[in-house]
């Protein structure tokens, strides 16, 4: 039987989550035998995942890399041997419920409008976790870097944030502009069509980058559901502080808007690298905070 749903997976040196992930995914209900098919593609993790899942598990087809593709490269990469109308792009520390996967294939066949679905997501201990927001304009990006979105009365002039910190906000069905991709679902047809990620982007913002080409090209909704929810541990492959994943995904941004916006590039730096300077004064008078201070002292040695 043809798969009706390929579940991908991109690993990176994280075999206990990957193996837990993975079986959460087999364990879905609601399917006949053969429609959900488990790909993982494996980074040149330094573990034996790629070992492991072959011998425990070897219904998952395998790909196993000889260089780190990055998550929008490895999940392009599955999407290609994927034979189901659907993906579900899952990373490996997050981990379905029993109906996940089934309630994210109806939705998506019951409602055509619809160009992605995603759950929402919480962490281990059960608090909920920002997993969406709206595309990053040039007014968005401000509000974010220089902390306007967190400004009691301001903060009322960006109803829809580049990134919803509000938790009661993914407390309801939404449709943002975009959606973390710790769990997401597409139609393989239309991930395809839009060229998947662009790979220029190692990690962090690629997402976002594929939902801007996604509403421009299809202008459908992006559906965040609450009919189920999703553990996701977070951060498991780079185990790095805060700081460090968002340098990658302000250096996202800015390809963002190489790729998209070039006549916009000169505001959007000056208000990112505004924002980080910002950053490096308030955590050089916070010693218990060296680590960050470190990671944004970085973003202006790149390319040096």
Wanted: charged share 25%; with cysteine.
């Amino acid at each position: 039987m043809k798969p009706l749903v390929s579940v991908i997976m991109v690993s990176y040196n994280t075999r206990d989550y990957t193996v837990k992930a993975i079986k959460t995914a087999l364990a879905s209900r609601g399917f006949k035998p053969g429609e959900v098919e488990v790909i993982m593609i494996d980074n040149n993790s330094p573990d034996d995942s790629v070992a492991y899942t072959k011998k425990h598990l070897p219904q998952v087809k395998v790909i196993a890399n000889t260089d780190n593709k990055g998550f929008g490269g490895g999940n392009n990469q599955g999407a290609h041997i994927a034979q189901g109308t659907y993906l579900l792009l899952l990373n490996p520390d997050a981990f379905l419920e029993s109906d996940s996967l089934r309630i994210m294939v109806d939705i998506m066949a019951r409602h055509d409008d619809i160009v992605s679905v995603g759950p929402q997501l919480r962490y281990e201990g059960g608090a909920m976790q920002q997993s969406g927001g709206y595309l990053p304009t040039p007014l968005r990006v401000m509000a974010w870097m220089w902390w306007l979105d967190k400004l009691p009365l301001i903060k009322k002039l960006f109803p829809e944030p580049y990134h919803v910190f509000d938790l009661a906000w993914h407390k309801k069905d939404r449709y943002p502009e975009w959606l973390m991709g710790a769990c997401v679902m597409f139609r393989k047809s239309e991930f395809l069509t839009a060229g998947g990620f662009d790979d220029q982007i190692f990690m962090y913002a690629e997402e976002v980058e594929l939902y801007r080409r996604l509403k421009a090209s299809l202008g459908k909704k992006v559906h965040l559901t609450t009919k189920t929810k999703v553990v996701h541990v977070g951060s498991v492959s780079t185990k790095k502080a805060n700081a460090y994943r968002l340098m990658y995904e302000l250096q996202g941004i800015e390809y963002i808007y190489v790729k998209h916006y070039p006549n916009l590039l000169w505001f959007i730096k000056f208000v990112i690298n505004t924002g980080v300077i910002m950053r490096i004064i308030l955590f050089t008078l916070m010693p218990s905070r060296r680590d960050t201070l470190v990671e944004y002292k970085k973003f202006f040695k790149r390319g040096k």
